[in-house]
């Protein structure tokens, strides 16, 4: 009777046993009462984690407190026919069928032994203490997508209602600092990368870090590799597990496999793919095959390479901006002055190849005169210019501005305007300063010329010249007063005699025991002709005449003070004149015209002398009689020029706005080009004394810069415009003629159009 209950027990579908447990939710004992005991198996688990969980937790709950009182209920049950030994048998199976149906709910579960018992060895979390879920939690709904997408935004992606994650404030290194100080859980504390907010570890979480560190399981199972118990194929079930039919792709071979297989076919005979090679055995060696190279033999490409670089497209035209336009824009169209500057320019320099017109519709648009010649360059270029492909260089433009120092920090240098000399009544071409800076000579269009008191600004002296001074150079030799000036086919020597006149008288004596000197030959006709001025003139201050054969532009000292050179552009082969104060004598120190010379200079220490035409400087040994050194000024015409005190440097201004800086030791060509003047440049000087030199120009400004030169030759000289100083007025299209510098102070004097002289300081 016994036996045949328990069979009955065994079949029943699920009442019995959950009637047995007092403990059990009616929810459970609902559920199981209509299923049967394998009915879970014909199911497929659920993949709700929560459902997993509250699974995991009643039967956790069921292994804990309601096996104990499934125990203490089947052995309280009565049994009919009274308690044999054959009943306990029956009993005892009894409670291991009840064993195994847990046991199966367990699996259908998801849920290991081994897990089951951890968990129910520890009390649960009520999963609804908190009101938000793993899901819930995930704030930031932007997946997989990288955070740096979102470092130039405020936020840092969308919550699940779409609106914006605003990153919170960052603190500063103080407030960090002092976080770090204060918190105590600062240790522990970290930053959310999904919602950018501050997490402190709890003690749960850092106990998982520690036992992860030490290499142990994350929940500290004690023994994490207990026995399995195979609850699947342990007894043989009536049903499968899932009676879904299966596909028809797995009875026949897969379609991808055959593709997949036959590419690695092909690349095994292309030899793409290389056969795996064979495990070497315990002890055995493999003699690698020794590779040998022609040293001898160039580099080949391969046939892509070639063909990728035999042809290289012709670049393609710029496409037309807004001043192409038939209708443009009132701001691309020309003024009167730009349109007359624009054709002033050479056509190498135009910015734009023509004047941009505005026309009140398309039909009134006449044709492009330079249309057939734009396409026949084009086809030029196209078929005679050669290509070649540039790589373009990431390279930061402020990188390549010079660093340069500030100009408060190279003063001294002149800054201000402080005298103003008047008196003239035409144009102040040229202008000249003692040495010891007390006075000062001005040559004017007025046929006149005037020396003035430098402090006062007060005209001393005044002499008529008869025709217009072209330049005017004080003798350097501060023993000797003595003017040099250019009047037209003449230049005199003026003893102004303003300063000691024990000077003055020297002076005089020394041109009086002067004696012409002999010429090569009594037949040949001196090129220039000395003549010694009496009477009036004598009192005036006039001392020589020198007589040219042509129109004089340029005189200059050499800096001992007994040699002087004269320029005439338009002598030919008597351009250049050098002259002998000590002996009376002059001479030609060329044969012929190497071009139209411009101006001339002595070396301040060797016996140099530099010839400047209108595109070249061309450097003469005197003494040898020799070219030494042919300077290329990249310029159109020049105008004047200036050698350094050291004699290594040179600066030449011309009439196209650059000073070029010349480096004698470095290069023939210009070490440095400035255009920062607008207009044509009449003058360039340098300082004796001061690292500064300036050059005029007909804008009507004097730009003085720092020009230092450094004894080391390492070292390349440093240039840095400091000052502009403008006072002059243009008139007639003329600024500032000329300018020189003070021999002793940072000053600067400067001759104009306007009719004055300006001292600036």
């Known amino acids: 009777m016994a036996t045949k209950r328990t069979r009955e027990a065994l079949e029943e579908p699920k009442g019995d046993p959950v009637n047995l447990f007092k403990d059990v939710s009616d929810s459970d004992a609902d559920t199981d009462s209509e299923d049967s005991v394998y009915s879970g198996l014909e199911e497929e688990p659920d993949t709700d984690s929560d459902n997993d969980n509250e699974d995991a937790d009643s039967d956790d709950s069921y292994n804990s407190s309601d096996g104990r009182d499934a125990e203490k209920d089947i052995s309280s049950i009565p049994l009919e026919g009274g308690s044999t030994d054959s009943d306990r048998d029956e009993e005892a199976s009894l409670e291991k069928a009840i064993d195994i149906k847990a046991h199966t709910k367990s699996r ?20 609804y203490e908190s009101d938000s879920s793993d899901e819930e939690d995930i704030r930031n709904t932007v997946g997989n997508v990288p955070l740096e997408w979102y470092k130039d935004y405020d936020h840092l992606g969308y919550d699940v209602e779409g609106r914006k994650i605003i990153k919170p404030k960052k603190a500063d290194e103080l407030d960090e600092f002092l976080n770090k100080m204060d918190n105590p859980d600062y240790w522990r504390t970290v930053t959310n990368k999904m919602t950018g907010q501050s997490v402190v570890l709890s003690k749960e979480d850092l106990a998982t870090i520690k036992r992860l560190q030490m290499g142990k399981h994350p ?18 079930m009536i049903h499968p597990m899932t009676n879904r039919p299966e596909d028809k792709r797995s009875f026949i071979p897969s379609k991808w496999e055959r593709l997949k297989v036959g590419q690695m076919v092909h690349a095994l005979k292309m030899g793409w793919m290389k056969p795996t090679p064979k495990p070497k055995m315990d002890g055995e060696e493999v003699e690698e095959e020794e590779k040998f190279y022609m040293l001898w033999k160039d580099e080949e490409e391969n046939d892509i390479t070639k063909k990728y670089r035999a042809r290289i497209p012709a670049p393609k035209i710029p496409l037309p901006d807004h001043y192409e336009s038939y209708n443009p824009p009132p701001e691309y169209l020309f003024t009167k002055e730009e349109e007359e500057k624009w054709r002033n320019q050479d056509p190498d ?17 006449p044709s492009y005169p330079r249309f057939i010649n734009e396409r026949f360059e084009r086809c030029l270029d196209l078929y005679l210019c050669p290509r070649q492909r540039k790589i373009k260089m990431n390279i930061n433009p402020e990188d390549l501005i010079p660093k340069l120092p500030k100009p408060k920090d190279l003063q001294p240098f002149p800054t201000t305007q402080a005298v103003v000399y008047k008196g003239h009544t035409d144009i102040v071409r ?6 010891s800076g007390q006075w000062l000579a001005s040559g004017s269009d007025d046929k006149t010329i005037r020396f003035w008191e430098v402090s006062s600004g007060r005209c001393l002296h005044k002499l008529s010249t008869g025709d217009v001074v072209k330049s005017l150079v004080w003798n350097p030799n501060s023993a000797i007063n003595l003017v040099a000036a250019a009047v037209s086919r003449y230049v005199y020597l003026i003893n102004p005699g303003l300063v000691d006149k024990l000077v003055v008288t020297k002076t005089d004596s020394m041109l009086e025991s002067i004696k012409p000197g002999d010429d090569a030959g009594p037949s040949k006709k001196a090129p220039v002709e000395w003549e010694e001025i009496g009477g009036r003139d004598y009192e005036a201050g006039y001392r020589f005449k020198l007589s040219h054969p042509k129109e004089v532009n340029q005189v200059t000292w050499h800096g001992k003070g007994d040699y002087f050179a004269s320029v005439m552009p338009k002598g030919d082969s008597n351009a250049v004149m050098i002259h002998q104060l000590s002996r009376q004598r002059s001479q030609n120190p060329f044969s012929k015209s190497k071009g139209l010379v411009q101006c001339v200079l002595f070396h301040p220490i060797r016996p140099f002398l530099f010839v400047a035409t209108q595109r070249y400087v061309r450097v003469y040994n005197l003494l040898k009689q020799e070219l030494t050194k042919k300077l290329l000024t990249n310029c159109k015409w020049v105008s004047s020029m200036a050698v350094h005190s050291g004699g290594d440097n040179l600066i030449i201004g011309s009439y196209d706005c650059r000073l070029s800086w010349f480096d004698l030791d470095l290069s023939t060509k210009p070490y440095q080009t400035l255009r ?6 009449r003058q360039v000087c340098y300082h004796k004394r001061y690292p500064l030199f300036a050059s005029a120009s007909d804008d009507g400004t004097v730009i003085v810069c720092h020009g230092m030169v450094y004894n080391d030759m390492l070292k390349n000289p440093l240039i840095v415009p400091v000052k502009v100083l403008k006072g002059h007025s243009v008139t007639k299209d003329l600024g500032v003629m000329d300018c020189v510098f003070h021999p002793t102070q940072p000053w600067v004097f400067s001759a104009g159009a306007d009719f004055t002289v300006r001292l600036f300081s």
């Not at 259908?108 to 999963?127: H, I, L, V, Y």
């Not at 929940?219 to 195979?230: H, R, T």
């Not at 320099?349 to 648009?365: A, G, I, T, Y």
């Not at 040229?430 to 040495?435: H, L, T």
């Open 108 to 127: 259908n579960s998801g849920t290991a032994q081994a897990t089951m018992k951890t968990e129910s060895s520890t009390p649960q979390r009520d999963e």
């Open 219 to 236: 929940k500290g199972v004690e023994n994490q590799y207990e026995p399995w118990v195979d609850f699947e194929t342990s007894e043989v």
């Open 349 to 365: 320099e135009r910015r734009m190849k023509f004047l941009p017109q505005k026309f009140d519709s398309l039909r009134k648009v």
């Open 430 to 435: 040229c202008i000249a300063v003692d040495p």
């Open 676 to 681: 920062h003047h607008k207009k044509a440049l």
